[in-house]
């Protein structure tokens, strides 16, 4: 099979579902209001609340929820074969993926931007509410932890990578003032900003850098965790005008670039796949395709960390609510974009089966680094790029994606914190909460020894987590559309089977840890499908009630003239 014919179907798979399906669901669906007003307007601080160009904020969201998963899983999915790792990407971004984001920040807009965790509340119940916030919680924990060590390992083994990962910070500083206190033209910002994100990648990979062996007894990995965990919360604590929205817009723009270019590359080279498309040679060790390839790609088909993202912090700088669309629904075709260059580049990227199978030969092995060869290998034959440059470009792809949603984690754990203690009726102001999340997350990743390895300790159990999350942030919207008596059947049948496989997974994965004896592992997964199982019965009962109960009237408090904005 030839990678051109499964990027050219893939692609136009995820647009046609953007100019189409998502349409269906703005307009019967969700019912946008562009003059409905939004949280960023009700409650502009210009801290958390702030009206943003649409522009921005897509890419301020797709770096947000896109991280190193969509990579990550698709890299090891496609141990099974190219073609379910395909069809579960493609369809899974236009029929759940873009629905499950757009549906989140509707639902988040509909309700003074509180979060997905909030609305359990009073959507579904209190009890529902407690639980649903210890599964936010520790997803949020997974996500941070994790990709803490996964961007220290890759600024460890791709060193050309550290210049313009950092140097990345000082552009976003200077394009968030350019944009909101110069009001400079955002066309010629942005070609700006990713000319010198292109630059700094020419430098760092002519001038790589090496941490010492040692540094006050800790191995370059925990150094660059520590640096990490800091920025995280500096970051997290700034006005998100200031840092994290233009981080996260210009190196959206720069990501969308260098998928352009690994997909420019396979138009060139058409590489032709060498992965079997149903592998019937797997390796010991290696789990059953059903359910596991639906978790194990997870962000880049549905995630509810999307979710997550889309009430947490999105929400509240929407401008309109019809930008929802945009931000919420391409948001998602991006990643899915990604995850379909992640499975080309894995399965054409290299030179033979057999090279393929010495690749592949366990399950979950090195999978950032078999996209990061095999892209740089096509990208190399289709462009000429030179290899070593081309695996740095990649590579800073994976490290800022990872980057943007690890310091958007912190953020959100922090709000998390926050509610928790509103609940237990102590107040925790925001510096606290922040020092709180730093302080788990890298006592977490520190667990296991000064490697930083213990951050991948509680990974096992993203996957199920995740998309039991996406399967219950489904239920929410799917009580509020029939309170609001919407069509919910869109958003229902998709519930259902993420549901069940991801339920189906999560009980493999725990007679799995039982057999093993990984006892954290079991008694974590068994607290998360308890606290699943109890929010759905609850969510069931909600289902029910609002069927046959009074329906809500809609709430469609128009924006004044003054507070439409003129960033169109």
């Keep these: 099979m030839n990678s051109l014919i499964i990027a050219i179907i893939g692609v136009a798979m995820m647009l046609t579902g953007y100019f189409l399906y998502s349409r269906f669901l703005a307009r019967k669906v969700y019912k946008l209001n562009a003059e409905f007003k939004t949280p960023s307007h009700q409650f502009n601080d210009g801290v958390d609340f702030v009206p943003t160009n649409r522009y921005v904020l897509w890419g301020h969201h797709f770096t947000s929820v896109a991280g190193a998963a969509p990579i990550v899983g698709p890299a090891v999915a496609v141990i099974w074969g190219w073609l379910p790792a395909f069809l579960w990407v493609t369809f899974g971004t236009v029929f759940i993926a873009g629905m499950h984001d757009l549906g989140a920040l509707w639902a988040s807009q509909r309700n003074r931007g509180q979060s997905i965790g909030t609305l359990s509340g009073r959507y579904i119940s209190a009890r529902g509410r407690n639980l649903f916030l210890v599964v936010v919680f520790l997803l949020l924990l997974m996500v941070v932890a ?18 313009p990962t950092w140097g990345a910070l000082i552009v976003a500083l200077l394009v968030g003032q350019a944009i909101y206190r110069f009001r400079m033209n955002l066309l010629a910002v942005t070609i700006v900003g990713v000319v010198a994100l292109y630059a700094l990648i020419v430098v760092g990979n002519s001038y790589p850098i090496e941490l010492p062996e040692s540094t006050f007894g800790l191995a370059p990995n925990g150094v660059w965790i520590i640096v990490l965990f800091l920025y995280a919360g500096i970051a997290s604590l700034l006005p998100v005008w200031v840092l994290l929205q233009p981080r996260d817009y210009i190196n959206g723009v720069q990501l969308f670039i260098g998928l352009g270019i690994l997909y420019g590359a396979t138009l060139i080279a058409t590489p032709t796949i060498v992965a079997p498309a149903i592998n019937t040679n797997l390796p010991e060790g290696t789990p059953s395709m059903v359910p596991l390839l639906f978790v194990t790609i997870a962000c880049g088909a549905i995630s509810g960390f999307h979710g997550t993202v889309a009430s947490g912090t999105t929400s509240k700088q929407l401008d ?29 990227g290299f030179q033979s089966l057999t090279q393929w199978e010495e690749v592949y030969a366990s399950f979950n092995d090195n999978p950032v680094g078999n996209f990061v060869a095999g892209g740089g290998t096509i990208v190399n034959a289709g462009l000429g790029i030179p290899e070593d440059l081309s695996a740095t470009i990649l590579a800073t792809m994976a490290v800022l994606f990872a980057a943007t949603t690890m310091d958007t984690g912190v953020r959100l754990m922090r709000f998390v914190v926050q509610e928790i203690g509103e609940l237990a009726k102590v107040r925790i102001g925001v510096i606290a909460a922040t020092i709180i999340v730093i302080v788990i997350g890298g006592g977490l990743t520190f667990s296991q020894g000064a490697d930083g390895s213990g951050g991948m300790l509680i990974w096992p159990l993203f996957g199920t987590t995740n998309q039991l999350l996406a399967a219950l942030t489904l239920g929410i919207i799917v009580v509020m559309l029939m309170k609001k008596n919407r069509p919910f059947l869109p958003v229902l049948i998709p519930m259902a089977f993420v549901l069940v496989m991801s339920s189906y997974a999560a009980v493999v994965q725990v007679f799995s840890f039982f057999n093993e004896g990984q006892w954290l592992l079991f008694t974590l997964n068994v607290v998360i499908i308890f606290a699943a199982v109890w929010v759905l019965a609850e969510c069931i009962m909600s289902m029910k009630r609002a069927w046959t109960g009074e329906k809500e009237q809609e709430d469609d408090v128009a924006l004044t003239e003054d507070e439409k904005l003129p960033l169109r």
């Design 320 to 348: 309109r609510e019809s930008d929802a669309r945009f931000v919420g629904y391409f948001g998602a075709v991006g990643e899915g974009l990604l995850a379909l260059g992640a499975i080309i580049a894995t399965t054409a």
């Design 146 to 163: 994790a990709f803490a060590v996964v961007i220290s390992n890759l600024l460890v083994s791709q060193p050309g990578s550290v210049i």
